[in-house]
């Protein structure tokens, strides 16, 4: 499995409250990103980072940022939840660069409920 | 607007039969695609990929068969074995494009169950 922890696993949170989402791994790969799973929707990338301070927007990025202070830790920050949130967010990683391709490793998941 | 179609929700196959997920795209622009396996509670794992200059490729009980002409691809299990019940995802990236590798889009997924 690859070195990825996400925390917290699972979250209950009001509405209008901050939640952070925070994904830590141990490989050192280059690329992270945030994609959250929705029924009828697959897995849709949020945001994701190409280095340290380096992120770019995905196809759902409203309501969310993101930030990469080091090269192993890459947050998720709802500045003020809405139920439209409750999702499972899953953080991945990725580095062609360390002879693994393009391939794509997923974290576990967190799951977030709004309410 | 959804540029990675899974149109199959679920499949039920007997085990030791062949397993044949597909999946059609609509983004002309797509130049690889690839092919995740997710359990229940855990996180996608990669299975397998093709790129747009190859209608085949195989690893061991799996094959992606891609159709430019159609925009569509489709994965075969054979033989499909219990432990292949899971949620398979197609996905899609158009390389010509910065950060092509990391811009994935992904379908909404086929439920399969392999029935011993």
């Known amino acids: 499995d690859a070195g990825i922890t996400q925390s917290p696993r699972h979250k209950v949170t009001e509405t209008g409250t901050p939640v952070t989402l925070r994904c830590h791994q141990t490989?050192?790969?280059?690329?992270m990103y945030w994609y959250r799973q929705d029924p009828g929707h697959g897995l849709r990338l949020i945001h994701y980072?190409?280095?340290?301070?380096?992120?770019d927007k995905g196809e759902v990025s409203d309501g969310y940022s993101v930030s990469r202070s080091k090269t192993e830790d890459f947050l998720l920050t709802l500045e003020s939840a809405t139920s439209s949130q409750t999702s499972v967010y899953f953080c991945?990683?990725?580095?062609?660069?360390?002879?693994?391709?393009?391939?794509?490793?997923f974290g576990e998941g967190s799951w977030l409920t709004v309410v | 607007d959804q540029q990675v179609k899974q149109n199959s929700p679920s499949l039920s196959v007997q085990e030791g039969r062949i397993s044949i997920l597909n999946c059609d795209y609509t983004n002309s622009m797509f130049d690889y695609f690839l092919w995740y396996k997710k359990y229940p509670a855990e996180g996608p794992t990669f299975l397998i990929s093709i790129s747009s200059i190859k209608d085949k490729n195989e690893d061991g009980r799996f094959t992606v068969f891609l159709n430019k002409s159609a925009k569509h691809l489709s994965l075969h299990i054979v033989p499909s074995q219990p432990g292949d019940s899971a949620v398979y995802f197609c996905?899609?990236?158009?390389?010509?494009?910065?950060?092509?590798?990391?811009?994935?889009?992904f379908g909404t997924g086929t439920k399969l169950q392999v029935i011993p």
């Open positions: 980072s190409y280095g340290v301070k380096d992120t």
């Open positions: 996905a899609a990236s158009d390389l010509s494009v910065s950060g092509g590798y990391q811009k994935v889009t």
């Open positions: 991945a990683i990725s580095d062609p660069g360390q002879g693994t391709g393009n391939t794509i490793y």
């Open positions: 490989e050192n790969h280059r690329y």
